[in-house]
Each structure stands twice: as structure tokens, then as C-alpha cells.
């Protein structure tokens, strides 16, 4: 077994370059700071194996973060000539908690429109260098290393090109398994007949609709029984946004948040909820400036103030260890 310093040591180096990778130095080190030397042990060998796995990629991103830099992405494509559709595809499309890329499809009238709108992608400002390119595809790295990843297809390619860059390998691999049980192809630029016509494809629910599938929306594509249900017929209904009601797990200033009480009710208010649930971290938190029970208190105390001053229920709440101190 390792003596405590070294491993204390080897984790924090370990945590600093996860840093890089999306990974969290901050917390690693915290787990340093209070974790037996078995614990830390394990803990080693885990960051160890996510350290070898991100070797030579880039910077993660959090799926907002992700969002944000799509969405000023496909400005940027909208803006270029003989472009008439840009969509989100891939991992954030797929709402992938940490997406390994940023993808999105350009829509254009023609393949020769294609290949000009490839040449407008790879002179992105943005873009540090090109790492791959095709007349009809293009992917790119940012200075952080943010993968970046563009396909290009006619509108009537849409529907399928659309598809295979919003699901799962296996859930495309068992899409394409079906087309073929049905007589048909079916690749990423269309679904083709192997005798007679092809049904027509308007959108994604004409593709699903003629596999004999319920559509799957790209959140569900994960191969996780949604091919199954699917075939059954069975309707996939997901939560919108219109659908929260509040928000339950909420830190500010007190702790490590970045905003008020009040700046954060009137924020949730702002957006429709009806609840906001105030959760600092508690005392054991100690390395995110956690509340004692006398700071506790005066918290309650402010929040009672904010509650007569704003809509929004305010509820109280913490962040806990299961632990008779905190």
C-alpha cells in the first residue's frame, strides 16, 4: 500500500491534468485533503484510467457549455453563401452530459453549393486548424480543443443524415438491421428500396414511420430498449422546459454560488418557476465555504427577508454528509 503524501501527491498531480479533460482539480483535491489512504488508492487508479482515456483529446465541455458554443456556431454557418438550414446534431442533440464534439449539419441546394460551404467552414475564425476534409464534411479543432464537426447534405437528405448524426452507433446499427429486414437500405444520405420505390422522407417521423417505428426522439437513441418500445408503438413523451416547476438544489454566495439569494429567486421567477429551493453546502463542506449552524441562521433569516420582498416561494434546505456533525 502506498503511504499517504505519495498518493496525496500523485492525485493532485493527476487532478491537474484532468483540469485540461473537463475534469474537476478542484474537487480532486478536496477528496485529497479527507480521504483514508485506501480510499485514495482507488480513487488513483480511477483518475489513472480517465487520465490514459483522454489522452490527446480535447477540452469537455458541459452540455451547456456545449449549447452556447453550437448555437454560435451555427451563426456563423447561417451567415455563409448557399447555406439554407443549420442544425444541431450529435452529442448535444443527444443531450450527452459531456459531449466529445460540437456537430452540426449544413443544408444546401446542391453538392456543388456543399463543397463552397466546406471551404467557408475550414477558414472558420474560430477554428485553430482542420483536421479532416471532405467536399461534403469537415472537422475542426478550437484553441481548446473542442472538437468540431461538420457534415454537409441536400434538403432531401436531410431526414436520414440528421438521424445517423443524432443517435447511438448501436441504436443507427439496429435502425439499419431493420430497413434490411424490410427490403430496404438505408444509409446516412438516404433509405432506398431494394425492389420498387423508396418511401418519400419528409422529417425523422417518416423515417421511423417506414421502419414500422414509433419516433424516437435523439435524447432516447442510447440503445437502452427505445428500438423495442418503439416497435410496440409506444409513444416517447420527454420532459420540456415548460414542464419545471421550480428549481431544488440551488447554492449562493453563502457557499460557493456566484449570485444572492434574492438575485437568484428573481432570477427563477424570471423563468416561470414557482419554487426555488436555497441548498448551501453545510459546515463539512469546508473547502466550499460551507454554513454552521450560526451562519445557518442568518442565512434563514435572509432568506425570510428576500421571501417578503419577491413572488417566488423561497424554501430552505443544505447540502449534507451523513454525519451526526453537519
Same mark, same amino acid.
Given at each position: 500500500?502506498?503511504?499517504?503524501?505519495?498518493?496525496?501527491?500523485?492525485?493532485?498531480?493527476?487532478?491537474?491534468?484532468?483540469?485540461?479533460?473537463?475534469?474537476?482539480?478542484?474537487?480532486?483535491?478536496?477528496?485529497?485533503?479527507?480521504?483514508?489512504?485506501?480510499?485514495?488508492?482507488? $480513487?488513483?487508479?480511477?483518475?489513472?484510467?480517465?487520465?490514459?482515456?483522454?489522452?490527446?483529446?480535447?477540452?469537455?465541455?458541459?452540455?451547456?457549455?456545449?449549447?452556447?458554443?453550437?448555437?454560435?456556431?451555427?451563426?456563423?454557418?447561417?451567415?455563409?453563401?448557399?447555406?439554407?438550414?443549420?442544425?444541431?446534431?450529435?452529442?448535444?442533440?443527444?443531450?450527452?452530459?459531456?459531449?466529445?464534439?460540437?456537430?452540426?449539419?449544413?443544408?444546401?441546394?446542391?453538392?456543388?453549393?456543399?463543397? %463552397?460551404?466546406?471551404?467557408?467552414?475550414?477558414?472558420?475564425?474560430?477554428?485553430?486548424?482542420?483536421?479532416?476534409?471532405?467536399?461534403?464534411?469537415?472537422?475542426?479543432?478550437? %484553441?481548446?480543443?473542442?472538437? =468540431?464537426?461538420?457534415?454537409?447534405?441536400?434538403?432531401?437528405?436531410?431526414?436520414?443524415?440528421?438521424?445517423?448524426?443524432?443517435?447511438?452507433?448501436?441504436?443507427?446499427?439496429?435502425? $439499419?438491421?431493420?430497413?434490411?429486414?424490410?427490403?430496404? $437500405?438505408?444509409?446516412?444520405?438516404?433509405?432506398?428500396?431494394?425492389?420498387?420505390?423508396?418511401?418519400?422522407?419528409? #422529417?425523422?417521423?417518416?423515417?421511423?414511420?417506414?421502419?414500422?417505428?414509433?419516433?424516437?426522439?435523439?435524447? $432516447?437513441?442510447?440503445?437502452?430498449?427505445? =428500438?423495442?418500445?418503439?416497435?410496440?408503438?409506444?409513444?416517447?413523451?420527454?420532459?420540456?422546459?415548460?414542464?419545471?416547476?421550480?428549481?431544488?438544489?440551488?447554492?449562493?454566495?453563502?457557499? #460557493?454560488?456566484? %449570485?444572492?439569494?434574492?438575485?437568484?429567486?428573481?432570477?427563477?421567477?424570471?423563468?416561470?418557476?414557482?419554487?426555488?429551493?436555497?441548498?448551501?453546502?453545510?459546515?463539512?463542506?469546508?473547502?466550499?465555504?460551507?454554513?454552521?449552524?450560526?451562519?445557518?441562521?442568518?442565512?434563514?433569516?435572509?432568506?425570510?427577508?428576500?421571501?417578503?420582498?419577491? %413572488? =417566488?416561494? =423561497?424554501?430552505?434546505?443544505?447540502?449534507?454528509?451523513?454525519?451526526?456533525?453537519?
Amino acid at each position: 500500500m502506498l503511504d499517504r503524501p505519495t498518493v496525496v501527491a500523485r492525485l493532485r498531480e493527476i487532478a491537474d491534468l484532468l483540469a485540461a479533460h473537463g475534469g474537476s482539480r478542484f474537487k480532486a483535491r478536496a477528496f485529497a485533503r479527507g480521504a483514508r489512504a485506501s480510499r485514495l488508492e482507488l $480513487q488513483l487508479a480511477r483518475l489513472e484510467r480517465r487520465r490514459t482515456s483522454c489522452s490527446g483529446c480535447g477540452t469537455k465541455l458541459s452540455l451547456g457549455e456545449a449549447w452556447r458554443l453550437a448555437r454560435a456556431i451555427e451563426e456563423d454557418l447561417r451567415a455563409m453563401p448557399g447555406v439554407r438550414e443549420v442544425e444541431v446534431v450529435g452529442d448535444v442533440a443527444r443531450s450527452v452530459e459531456r459531449p466529445e464534439s460540437v456537430a452540426l449539419v449544413v443544408v444546401t441546394s446542391s453538392i456543388a453549393e456543399e463543397r %463552397g460551404a466546406m471551404d467557408h467552414v475550414a477558414s472558420l475564425p474560430r477554428a485553430a486548424r482542420v483536421e479532416a476534409r471532405t467536399e461534403r464534411g469537415c472537422r475542426l479543432r478550437l %484553441g481548446d480543443g473542442t472538437r =468540431i464537426e461538420i457534415v454537409a447534405c441536400t434538403p432531401t437528405e436531410l431526414p436520414t443524415v440528421r438521424v445517423a448524426h443524432a443517435s447511438s452507433s448501436v441504436h443507427w446499427k439496429k435502425l $439499419q438491421s431493420i430497413a434490411t429486414s424490410r427490403e430496404l $437500405q438505408l444509409d446516412e444520405r438516404a433509405l432506398r428500396a431494394t425492389h420498387g420505390e423508396a418511401p418519400a422522407l419528409r #422529417d425523422d417521423r417518416d423515417l421511423y414511420a417506414a421502419l414500422g417505428l414509433s419516433f424516437v426522439p435523439a435524447e $432516447q437513441r442510447e440503445d437502452e430498449g427505445e =428500438i423495442e418500445r418503439a416497435a410496440r408503438g409506444e409513444p416517447f413523451d420527454l420532459v420540456e422546459v415548460g414542464d419545471l416547476r421550480g428549481f431544488v438544489h440551488c447554492h449562493t454566495k453563502w457557499s #460557493d454560488g456566484k %449570485g444572492s439569494i434574492e438575485e437568484m429567486a428573481r432570477a427563477a421567477e424570471l423563468r416561470g418557476a414557482s419554487y426555488l429551493t436555497i441548498t448551501d453546502h453545510s459546515k463539512s463542506a469546508h473547502y466550499a465555504n460551507g454554513l454552521d449552524a450560526e451562519r445557518l441562521r442568518r442565512q434563514w433569516d435572509e432568506i425570510d427577508e428576500v421571501q417578503s420582498r419577491v %413572488g =417566488i416561494r =423561497i424554501l430552505r434546505g443544505k447540502v449534507r454528509r451523513q454525519s451526526p456533525d453537519t
